[in-house]
């Protein structure tokens, strides 16, 4: 239809023009009418764009308030790492997330607070027995009695910030290191403890986000300091976390000991977020010329309107 319109009106104005200017004419207009409709069509591309976009956003919204928490944790005693079985294990963690071998699924991280931890291990001690548990723990010297009545403390907490990929000062990947001691006397004694971890994210409420496994404590030794490194994979939004880590021992319901970010600056406000937050920065170029198309074509239809006028004076 706009084919034909074309040709009816340029065969009126153009009767006495050569079938080649003919030609050209057509074709001109036909340029200049796509460079008039190109812009609407851009238009509608550039809203279509930001619809998906906001969809986009709304879904991320939507993730962020169900508040679906993922991590993945590797802790081991501190000196049984050098440089090298560092790298591996966060070499594991990566192969880990790739798994989704998580530490929720594992039930290393329960995403609960602290308070309700506390009741929990209450609960949990009335069901079990603490012999049993105690005759379970391979490398304890079955001799050792309980020391559950005080003589327990964490002498040296502190992090290490690892791995921030957009380079915006917030990481996903992190440690933390801590000393428990036995201050018995003896430094033959030992006792077997575990410890949990809680974040507290910009001075709220403390919540669960690894249980360490069973090691073995001698004395007042440094040897036995024992190491957490975690990935927060979802959940965690750019913000500042303290960390506080309680320590128990195995078989009784009781903290007999505690450290936080009251005792330690290293672990108080750690910039962290999940790695759904910390993707790498890609930055595209795109350019756009449509004025100068546009301005192209008008200089043409003017050339060729010129010459057109120019050859019926000629033929005149």
Sequence with gaps: ?????????????????????????????????????????????????????????????????????????????????????????????????????????????????????????????????????????PGLNQSSRSFSDGTFVIYEGYSQLIEDLDADGYFQTFSVTFDADLLTGNPHDEAVVYAELYLSENGGPWVHYYSTDNFVIHGESSDDEFEVYSTLEQGFSANHYDILIDLYEVGFPNIVASYSSDDSNSLYGLPLESSDYDLEYVEYYTEVHSDGGSSSVIILIIMMLALSIRQLRFKG
């Design 1 to 137: 239809m706009m084919s034909n319109f074309i040709k009816q009106l340029t065969l009126k104005v153009t009767s006495r023009f050569s079938p080649i200017l003919l030609t050209t004419l057509q074709l001109t207009l036909m340029l200049t009418l796509m460079m008039i409709t190109l812009p609407s069509f851009a238009l509608e591309a550039d809203n279509a764009n930001e619809i998906a976009g906001t969809a986009s956003t709304t879904d991320t919204t939507y993730i962020t308030n169900t508040k679906v928490v993922q991590s993945y944790s590797s802790g081991q005693v501190a000196s049984s790492i050098d440089s090298a079985s560092q790298e591996q294990v966060l070499k594991d963690i990566k192969q880990r997330v790739l798994l989704g071998d998580s530490d929720q699924e594992k039930n290393k991280a329960l995403n609960t607070t602290r308070e309700d931890m506390i009741d929990q291990k209450q609960q949990q001690a009335r069901k079990r027995s603490t012999a049993k548990n105690i005759a379970a723990i």
